[in-house]
């Protein structure tokens, strides 16, 4: 397979050119060739390969190959050039967060850049753009820099100037200036390079590396650019109806050959895998290695991966690292939930396993009892709680007081250490001094010794990959005290913020074992050999890629110098010489690409034109049932029916009316919620949640009615004094509510809306006939069928002639229509009335709303209550009726919510919802999970039932 010859030109004066096989490769590398390679990973697959042949040759002991990538070779130069006292190698070499800290620091001293937003948010591009410039050797004081409009241009110019200054100011040298001075030290043989040159994996050579290799050769060295020889290929075009086939068929793929081929090498190439790499490594744990997906049979233990892939992650997603930047996040002010809960479930603390049980339950504490955002405090106070209470608040005797469910010991002395670092560590500081503290703070706390659950344990290569991430994080951690040469002190925040942005920017790739299967980036397949090669997703919008010219250097000065991305035509020729490159790489070639995306069509790369095509049943292909298709064939389970659970026979539910009101929604949510326990894990409001507001407006209005107690009072008040009496009550409501306290702007907003609702309300409450409050937050404890139930009525208030109404606050949508049926979807409210002393005037909701305050329930009569009964119509009988004949309603209430209790206790847990579906989304439900009504409701939908089928869950 031929494509066009046009492509990158490699062609230096002198520089020899060969091509060879491995064989050849290691002969001349033991006779004591230096091999430079284009990148790192080339110098891992090449050193190993070398081991490999010597061993094959008998070998029991040779030295080490002089493999080395083209950056490790520059060092290696400079450090003899400056072993040698030559001029210019005395200035110190920025490490790469030095640079980035060097150019950080001369875009905050620079006005052009006071206009940006985050200006120091430029500096990794502005490093990236004067490295293109040194390396491609364009002219900066050529006049397109200042003469064009924009402005991109002349802003680079001048900061560009800065950042020299402030070099020169500091004896710095950039990396990339190191090659221009070593090509002038070469040249007057001040400096001599001993071995021949051999270069492998270059496409081409920058003017930089162009002028230093022509620097060598002109000093009579041997220099050559090796090419490793091409395979004899058969190469097919293959379309797949969309990248979800594209991957599973290339999975299938390379299961085949690994199973048929001993001893193949196989090669998977993604473009932009960084961003596609764990859906690649997920079909192939599916196809490869599937017992990986669930619990094996081997103890546990996890099959090794016979893949590897080149592209490696930012060290800060590395799941240990991220817990440590979590455990740092504690030292904040406020601290979000969901940082609080990741270090809750992190196995990479002190305690995580023996505590997994009690910090769970603390996770779920404080999701349920605070704010989003924290208090290190609070959590510590919640770590170590102690029950001093009973379930009936009552205060427990000191000998009887035992620690909460959710008290973690080992967690709270942890905390505390955090606590203490926090108070004695404020000031700034040189980052060295923070560099070593971080590192002993977080060993203090147990980091980095993760504890493995039982029957779980780790393989050597986890643990290898594990100690690598250390090492690492050892070295971001090194970076950071270098800081010391160009930022003088560091706050702690400051200190913590670089170390992650190092972090960031570091890719860690653990060393593993080699493996047969190898997924590889577009551009790092120069220089390699496969038996085969399978090449995904190169179509019509990808190859070639579109060109993305540098925004900060001029457009004519790019395309003179044919720049990296400078235009199509250059990114033309860059497809042509990779696309050879890859036909060149394997005898046998696949190359893929999905017939739609996103439900477009899409057409292959034009540089595939004269590749054959060919079917999927022409494909190699393991035709083995995947996992799934093999759980889809087993024999179905059977299914019985729903056996219920015993009777409750212990004082163990929980909840008040919830009780009631789950089980007439769906008796298996009342057994798995107010039986087993069963809850969802909820994550806090950012702002003010509708609970926290309904429960600040209760708050105010039971502390004026204490205060005012009757409606005549209410009625001497002028508007002054109202006014300050309810601003008096909101103010302090609010100022006592622990997430307020911690954000001054939302108290203000939030106390002046309690403030207006509850004027608007009061000014309802004028409307009524005399009425005295002889009830706030009044608390019964009623017993039904056997078992006790807490209620706390808002209100209960007495009028002139005897009578009691119940209220109860809402600020949200209610409907007095729940309270009826055989299942009442609100049993509130008919709890109170059944539980009353006598038979109230009226059970009402005093709802509390934006959109207006009114009465919704049922009243004896007309003229107890502003807008009560509602008006004469057919949807609204049912509430008058009620009203009128309210002892008859109330001894229906009793016999409903006794036999719901009755089902209750007796263990009626059929998976029922009043509704079906509707009923699980209207009510929030978040144990379909658990229920599995989805399959239910299925399997009812395809049968035709006219009834809910009794199966087993």
């Not at 060879?20 to 290691?26: C, K, R, T």
């Not at 009552?394 to 955090?418: A, F, K, M």
């Not at 590192?439 to 780790?458: K, R, T």
């Not at 009830?775 to 002639?801: C, M, N, W």
Request: glycine share 6%; proline share 6%; hydrophobic share 35%.
């Amino acid at each position: 397979m031929t494509l066009s010859n046009s492509g990158l030109s490699t062609q230096i004066p002198g520089l020899s050119a060969q091509i060879i096989d491995y064989e050849s490769l290691f002969t001349r590398l033991q006779s004591g060739h230096t091999l430079i390679t284009a990148n790192s990973r080339l110098v891992r697959v090449l050193s190993n390969q070398y081991n490999q042949w010597r061993i094959s040759r008998d070998g029991l002991q040779w030295p080490s190959p002089k493999i080395i990538s083209w950056g490790l070779w520059l060092d290696k130069l400079w450090e003899s050039a400056g072993l040698q006292a030559i001029a210019g190698t005395n200035r110190a070499v920025p490490g790469s967060r030095q640079l980035l800290s060097l150019w950080e620091s001369t875009l905050k001293n620079e006005p052009l850049a006071h206009e940006l937003l985050r200006p120091e948010s430029l500096a990794s591009q502005l490093r990236d753009t004067r490295k293109l410039i040194a390396e491609w050797q364009l002219d900066l004081t050529a006049s397109a820099w200042l003469g064009s409009n924009n402005e991109n241009h002349a802003a680079f110019y001048y900061w560009n100037a800065a950042f020299e200054k402030r070099c020169n100011k500091g004896n710095w040298i950039n990396p990339e200036d190191r090659a221009a001075l070593l090509c002038k030290t070469i040249r007057e043989r001040l400096l001599t390079v001993d071995e021949n040159i051999d270069l492998l994996g270059f496409d081409e050579f920058n003017p930089s590396q162009t002028s230093l290799l022509s620097a060598l050769i002109e000093t009579g060295k041997q220099a050559c650019h090796l090419t490793i020889s091409s395979q004899q290929n058969k190469a097919v075009l293959w379309e797949s109806t969309d990248s979800k086939e594209e991957l599973q068929q290339m999975a299938r793929w390379v299961r085949y050959w690994f199973e048929n081929d001993a001893e193949a090498s196989i090669a998977i190439v993604v473009p932009k895998l960084q961003a596609r790499r764990q859906e690649v490594e997920r079909q192939l744990e599916q196809i490869l290695t599937p017992d990986n997906i669930g619990p094996g049979n081997n103890g546990g233990r996890q099959q090794a991966k016979p893949w590897n892939i080149s592209m490696g992650m930012p060290l800060a997603r590395v799941p240990m690292i991220e817990t440590a930047f979590d455990l740092l996040k504690l030292l904040d002010k406020r601290i979000d939930i969901q940082d609080i809960g990741r270090v809750l479930r992190s196995p990479w603390l002190r305690g995580a396993l023996i505590e997994r049980n009690s910090r769970a339950l603390l996770e779920k504490c404080l999701r349920d009892e605070y704010p989003r955002q924290l208090k290190l405090n609070e959590i510590i106070y919640r770590a170590s709680e102690i029950r001093t209470y009973d379930r009936q608040h009552h205060e427990l005797p000191q000998d009887q007081q035992t620690p909460q469910s959710w008290n973690s010991p080992e967690l709270t002395r942890s905390l505390n250490v955090l606590k203490r670092f926090e108070r004695d560590n404020k000031g700034p500081r040189p980052a060295s001094d923070w560099a070593g503290k971080l590192d002993q703070l977080l060993l203090s706390l147990g980091w980095s010794l993760a504890e493995d659950p039982v029957n779980e344990v780790p393989t050597g290569e986890q643990n290898g990959q594990n100690w690598q991430a250390l090492q690492a994080w050892r070295d971001g951690l090194r970076e950071l005290a270098s800081l010391d040469a160009t930022i003088p002190r560091l706050g702690r925040k400051a200190a913590i913020n670089q170390l992650k942005q190092i972090c960031r920017e570091k890719v860690f790739q653990a060393h593993t074992t080699p493996a047969r299967v190898q997924v590889l980036g577009l551009y790092e397949v120069n220089g390699l050999r496969f038996d085969h090669l399978w090449v995904l997703g190169l179509h019509n919008d990808n190859w070639p890629t579109s060109a993305k010219p540098n925004p900060f250097i001029p457009g004519k000065l790019q395309q003179a110098a044919q720049i990296p991305n400078c235009s199509p035509q250059r990114e033309l020729e860059v497809a042509h010489t990779i696309t050879r490159r890859l036909l060149e790489t394997a005898p046998d070639c696949v190359f893929s690409y999905p017939g739609q995306i996103d439900g477009e069509t899409v057409l292959p790369s034009p540089l595939f034109n004269t590749v054959a095509t060919t079917a999927k049943s022409d494909l190699p292909c393991w035709a083995a049932d995947h996992w799934l298709s093999v759980v889809a064939k087993a024999e179905k389970p059977e299914i019985g029916p729903l056996l219920m659970p015993d009777k409750l026979t212990h004082a163990t539910a929980r909840g008040g009316s919830s009780i009631l009101k789950h089980q007439a929604l769906c008796p298996f949510r009342a057994f798995a919620s107010n039986r087993l326990g069963a809850d969802s894990l909820g994550t806090p409001a950012d702002g003010i949640s509708p609970m926290l507001h309904g429960s600040l407006v209760h708050s105010v209005l039971e502390f004026f009615w204490t205060e005012t107690k009757t409606q005549a009072a209410l009625l001497l008040l002028d508007e002054k004094t109202l006014n300050a009496q309810v601003r008096k009550h909101v103010d302090y409501v609010t100022g006592e509510e622990r997430g307020l306290k911690q954000r001054p702007a939302f108290r203000v907003v939030e106390a002046d809306r309690v403030y207006r609702h509850v004027k608007d309300y009061l000014a309802l409450e004028k409307q009524r006939d005399a009425f005295e409050v002889i009830g706030f937050e009044k608390e019964i404890l009623p017993i039904i069928e056997g078992q006790s139930i807490r209620l706390i009525i808002d209100r209960v208030d007495q009028l002139a002639t005897g009578d009691e109404i119940i209220i109860d606050y809402k600020t949200g949508k209610v409907e007095p229509n729940k309270w009826f049926g055989e299942r009442p979807e609100d049993p509130q409210l008919p709890l109170y009335a059944i539980s009353a002393e006598q038979t109230p005037a009226a059970v009402v909701f005093g709802i509390i709303r934006d959109d207006g305050c009114l009465y919704k329930g049922v009243v004896k009569h007309d003229g107890l209550l502003p807008g009560l009964p509602p008006k004469q119509s057919k949807p609204n009988q049912y509430l008058i009726d009620a009203g009128h004949e309210m002892t008859a309603t109330i001894d229906n209430w009793r016999q409903v919510l006794h036999r719901l209790m009755a089902n209750f206790l007796a263990g009626e847990a059929a998976i029922n919802p009043k509704h079906g579906l509707k009923t699980c989304e209207n009510s929030y439900c978040e144990l379909q999970s658990l229920c599995r009504i989805g399959e239910l409701f299925q399997q009812h939908k395809s049968s035709q039932q006219s009834e809910w089928p009794e199966v087993s869950s």
